[in-house]
């Protein structure tokens, strides 16, 4: 079972930047698949970024396509999420996910086994 921890959000100007971390427990991190979601102020929670379990694939929703990268040290146990040109519509809570194995829906919340409790982002226009 993994525990996951996020961090680095907070309160930036429209075209900032942050980078979002997501510390994950447990000695099975490289063996995991890992997502970033979000959910606005009512709104559903939307994906936004996953990576397989090697880091050698990634996914991006078409909102933040050459925006935001995610990136993943598994010597490190953690996943990061780089977030540029940020727009006001990227406010939101944050999570990471993490799944098992492989990855065949990346975009898809239920494929997720494990989620951290969150981080908020606010991006001022």
């Known amino acids: 079972q993994a525990q996951l921890v996020e961090s680095g959000g907070g309160l930036v100007q429209a075209g900032g930047s942050l980078r979002l971390s997501c510390a994950a427990s447990g000695r099975a991190f490289g063996t995991y698949a890992m997502g970033w979601f979000r959910q606005a102020p009512g709104k559903g929670r939307e994906f936004v970024a996953a990576?397989?379990?090697?880091?050698?694939?990634?996914y991006y929703a078409n909102s933040v396509r050459g925006r935001f990268t995610i990136s993943k040290d598994n010597a490190g146990n953690t996943v990061y999420l780089q977030m540029n040109s940020l727009e006001f519509e990227d406010t939101a809570v944050y999570y990471c996910a993490a799944k098992p194995g492989g990855l065949p829906r990346p975009h898809n919340e239920y494929e997720y086994a494990y989620w951290g409790q969150g981080t908020q982002v606010t991006v001022s226009s």
């Open positions: 990576i397989s379990w090697s880091g050698g694939e990634t």
